[in-house]
């Protein structure tokens, strides 16, 4: 079985400044996919970043990149330059191997709330 | 804007009744998946259809059912509602091949029962 963990409830952050939300997995596969979505107070789910199990560099989307630490089973989402639109649910998600019938569906984490001061 | 289209944003009904939630895929997606958010269970995966067939099974209760339809567009019955159904219910839809399976999430339907 998969399993997401976010520790952190609530972060803070200085607008401008870079902030860490942290995510740690578990899961026995050896090949998985992990995910980092954007749920604003409106509710939606924004996709944000991608990294898969094999992927030897760690994933960059413009000011989002994904610290991946497969020894660790961490994949933590650093934000740089905060924006105040930044603040929102961050969910950190999984699937499993592509062959496997895990791989069509996501494991979510408890989300963490970021908000970004001015 | 994820491409991703459901409706309707918001539904009001109560206990005991039956409500149906639609969704409209990305164009090209043939996967479409369905999850329930709520604040005791977090984000759960309840059904994934692929190209008019069922490909997968969440935490979906017997009540609730699901189809996709030959355009592609999916709905999700939600039968004898009770007030722990109360949620928001995503689609989501992706290409349902490749590497990445990056699933992109509709606005919701927000469903309060009463």
């Known amino acids: 079985a998969q399993k997401i963990t976010q520790t952190q409830p609530g972060m803070f952050v200085q607008e401008k400044e870079a902030v860490t939300l942290d995510c740690t997995y578990d899961t026995s596969d050896q090949s998985y996919g992990l995910f980092w979505y954007k749920q604003p107070s409106s509710g939606e789910m924004i996709f944000l970043i991608y990294?898969?199990?094999?992927?030897?560099q760690n994933a960059t989307e413009g000011r989002y990149s994904l610290n991946f630490q497969k020894a660790r089973k961490s994949a933590n989402l650093v934000i740089s330059a905060s924006q105040l639109g930044d603040s929102a649910m961050y969910f950190c998600a999984m699937r499993g191997p592509i062959s496997s019938g895990s791989a069509r569906q996501l494991t979510f984490g408890s989300g963490t709330q970021l908000t970004v001061l001015p | 804007d994820s491409g991703v289209t459901q409706t309707p944003k918001h539904l009001i009904t109560a206990t005991g009744q039956r409500v149906t939630l639609r969704c409209s895929p990305r164009?090209?997606?043939?996967?479409v998946y369905w999850y329930q958010q709520s604040l005791d269970q977090g984000l759960q995966f309840l059904i994934q259809?692929?190209?008019?067939?069922?490909?997968a099974k969440g935490n979906i209760l017997e009540r609730f059912s699901a189809q996709q339809f030959p355009d592609l567009h999916s709905e999700l019955n939600l039968s004898s509602l009770e007030l722990g159904d109360s949620a928001l219910y995503f689609c989501a839809s992706s290409v349902g091949r490749g590497s990445s399976y990056e699933q992109y999430f509709g606005p919701g339907t927000r469903l309060t029962v009463t």
């Open positions: 164009s090209g997606d043939l996967s």
């Open positions: 259809y692929y190209n008019g067939e069922e490909r």
């Open positions: 990294q898969g199990s094999y992927d030897e």
